[in-house]
Each structure stands twice: as structure tokens, then as C-alpha cells.
């Protein structure tokens, strides 16, 4: 939640009108106080947040990019629901006068517990950061008949809570969800095509309530391929008979065994094109999560990673870091100055979600002991790199990940000793995958100095 505030001049005394600006979710959790949850559809939810903006129909349309009319008769449907649940009129024009008293009310009386940052942030949680833009072309995608979304970042980037906000959007539009995630994977299955497309399938069926009826469709002559999509196009869709949002995360994980990729990676891609000419391959939609580029050598016509709606999570910008530190109670501002605590935390931490998460939720923890919190916020990071300092867990990891990766540890090394030099994909998209280097235009760039020192330190050269 934001507050903006406006200054209006009248007979030279300056008055200040404070307004609460809601995010998505804040908008829907909203909506849900006051209408039936199962009513909710995106378009409404939509034109009540942009409309709270002040944002007229033809605006709306053209940031959604839904049709106008589209539009307009989401917003006439939304106006009566309301106008019913509260008895009285509701238009576009008087909503928010109606609902801003209720609004602040719940806010001001709602308790902000301090959450320790740890896996996908809950949907009620203050502490997620929208990323506005990024999450409203998702939504969007995800309603295209056959759609492909491809959400890329490096761990504690914010994957899993963006991956869980398009989950309960696929729930509300009355889509049936299956998660795959290849971390619950045996080594086993993620190195045999078969047994990992018989996984997969035996997945699907567990979490949509069907019988695995796989030896009926599981053809030795036609392959393991042919078969999977075969269960799929004709027994999973048809018995469901509604769309099937299918995730897969960590997809990265079997980019290292080049047999199992070439063939499974290609047939995520098959799906997709089936379903330009295949009705019953349209209700398949498909999130691929992944921390790293592919570097599998694919053919371009036969890889998912060139099709559908790619989303790339990057380090929170100042913007977004001083809205969350505004969330702990903090109002710092981005002005650039050297000392201001958003500054550190974008030269010094690179922005990283979880890492500035943790350090601002560390520094509230102590909120009534400390006198400066920018004072001691910088002397909390100077010490949060030690072995039992904030970030050791977090850095520990990285640590023992590139020390037993060749890969990875040649190419921090060439990056350290001289970082113009060239190094490998499969060097350059480890370092990637791990959260070291960011890549633009095939070029590596160390993005955390606190985590790039703590491992030269540490690595024995």
C-alpha cells in the first residue's frame, strides 16, 4: 500500500490531502469485503484499481489493452454488485468517496507484524512488492488460449511469490492448477526422458482427482513424447473440460543432463504450437520458472524459451526499495546521496529483494533500542557478511554452490582477476543461475559487491 499526498493552495494556507493508492491485491482483497470472492473476475478488478486512480474507460482500455466495450460493461457489472452489497448508488464517479472511508479504516486498524522473509510472501502480507507491470501482462497472458509464461530470476528473486499471485489468478478465472516443481524430483527421474514425462503425467493426474490411467496411452513404438501428449490431448483435457494451467518450476534443473533437455524441452514447445490449431490444446496453459538462460544447443524453432510472454525479475530499483522500507517504517527517499540507506542498498546489496528484506526486517526487529535506524543500518551491513552475520546463511549457500561447480568457480575467477575477459556460456549462465552475475548482451557484470567480495575472500584461488 502507497500514500501519496497532495498539496493544494487555498487563500495562501497549504492543506494537505492524504490518499491511499492500491496495488492489485490490495484492490481485490478489498473488493472481497464487500462481494463474493467467486464474482472477482480480473476485468473488474482492474477497472476498480485504475478507476481508483481516477483513470477514465478509454485509459483503462489502453493499459490493459483490453476492448473498450469489454471494458466499460466489466465496469457497468462491477458498479451494480457494488451499488447491491452496499445499498446505496455506486457509479465511477462517487465509488471512491463511498469506499475510501472503509479503506482507511481497515488499514488504520490493521496490526503490521513484522514476517520474517522466508519463502513465496503471502497474500495478505504488506511486504510484497508489486511489480505492477510485470504482473498485469501475466494476468493477461494467462487468459490467451494456449499461452506460455516464462518467469526468469535467480533464487530469492521473487519467484515464488509472483508464481503464487498467477495461481490464485488461474484459481479465481475457474482454471484447474497443477504445480510441478523438479526440486521434488528424484536424480533418477530428471536424468531418463520416460520415467520423468511418466512423472510428470502421475502429477497432473494426482492434482487434478483423475485415475493415472497411463498404460492406456503409453505406447513403446510411438515414444515416450508422443505418448505424454497423447495422455494429455486426450485423457487429462477432455475429462477436465476447463482450462489447465500447468507450472513447472525449476525447469533449469535438467538443463544439465542435454539428453533429457533436447527431447523435453522441445515438447513443452509442441504444445504450444498445437494449440493455435487444436481447441482442446487451447485450455493448456503453461508457466516455465527458471534461473538461467538455456544453454542446451536447441534449435530456435524447437525451443519454448522464444515463445510466449517472457518475464525476467530483477533487483528492486529505488523506487520499489523505498516503498518496502516505507512498509517497515522508514520513510528514506532515493535521493542519491551516498548515505541514504536506499542508496546502500542498491550499491552494496544490487537490490535484491530478499537480501534488503532481510536487513530492513533486522533493523525494524530492533526498532525500539535504536536511536539512528540509518546509522545503525549501515553498521548492521557492515557486519552482515561475517561468518555469523545477517546474510552468512544466504552467502554460505552461494559459497559452497560455485566451490563445487567447475563450471562456476572458473568463471568468478577470470571475472575477478580481469573482468573483461571472455567467459564460456555454460560458466556465464551458472554464475546466472546462482545469483552472481547479471548477463546484458551476452556480457557478465557482478551484481552484489557485498556477496562478490565475501566470496573472494573465501575462495581459494
Known sequence: ????????????????????????????????????????????????????????????AEETSYDHDYVR??????????????????????????????????????????????????FSSPFYIERTEEEARAYKEL??????????????????????????????EGFKVVNIDFMQADSAILTDLDKLLRWVSLQICAQVNLEPKLDDYWNELTGSKLSCSNFLKHYVLPQINQPLLLTINELNLIFDH???????????????????????????????I???????????????????????????DGEQLSRLASVYGYNWRNDGM????ITVM????????????LALYSLASERGLIESPSLAFSELLDKASKPSGLFSSFFQQILQDISANSDAL?????????????????EMYQLERLGVVKVDDGKPKLKNKMLSKYLKDNLSF
Not at 410 to 426: A, H, M, R, V
Open 143 to 172: 487468459l490467451r488460449p494456449g499461452s506460455v509464461v516464462r518467469i526468469k530470476g535467480p533464487r530469492k528473486m521473487g519467484k515464488s511469490s509472483l508464481l503464487s499471485r498467477l495461481v490464485d489468478q488461474a484459481d479465481s
Open 258 to 288: 542435454e539428453d533429457v533437455s533436447r527431447d523435453f524441452l522441445p515438447l513443452l514447445r509442441s504444445w504450444f504450437e498445437e494449440s493455435k490449431h487444436n481447441p482442446v490444446m487451447q485450455n493448456l496453459r503453461q508457466v516455465l
Open 338 to 341: 551516498a548515505v541514504s540507506p
Open 1 to 60: 500500500m502507497l500514500v501519496e499526498f497532495r498539496v493544494y493552495q487555498l487563500d495562501a494556507v497549504f492543506l494537505i490531502e492524504e490518499r491511499v493508492l492500491m496495488n492489485h491485491h490490495e484492490a481485490k482483497d478489498l473488493l472481497a469485503t464487500i462481494l463474493p470472492e467467486d464474482s472477482l473476475n480480473l476485468i473488474k478488478v482492474e477497472v476498480f484499481r485504475l478507476s481508483w486512480e481516477g483513470k477514465g474507460y478509454n485509459i483503462i
Open 73 to 122: 460493461k466489466g465496469g457497468s457489472q462491477l458498479w451494480k454488485e457494488l451499488s447491491s452489497a452496499l445499498n446505496c448508488s455506486v457509479t465511477k464517479r462517487n465509488f471512491r468517496p463511498l469506499l475510501e472511508e472503509k479503506f482507511e479504516s481497515l488499514s488504520n486498524d490493521r496490526e503490521v507484524p513484522l514476517e520474517y522473509p522466508s519463502g513465496a510472501i503471502s
Open 410 to 426: 572458473s568463471g568468478f575467477k577470470k571475472l575477478i582477476s580481469q573482468p573483461t575477459q571472455e567467459l564460456t556460456l555454460i
Open 290 to 316: 527458471y534461473s538461467t538462460e538455456v544453454y542446451v544447443n536447441l534449435d530456435i524453432n524447437l525451443s519454448p524459451f522464444n515463445v510466449g510472454l517472457p518475464i525476467e525479475l530483477t533487483p528492486f
Open 346 to 357: 542498491l550499491n552494496t546489496l544490487g537490490g535484491h529483494p530478499y537480501l534488503c528484506q
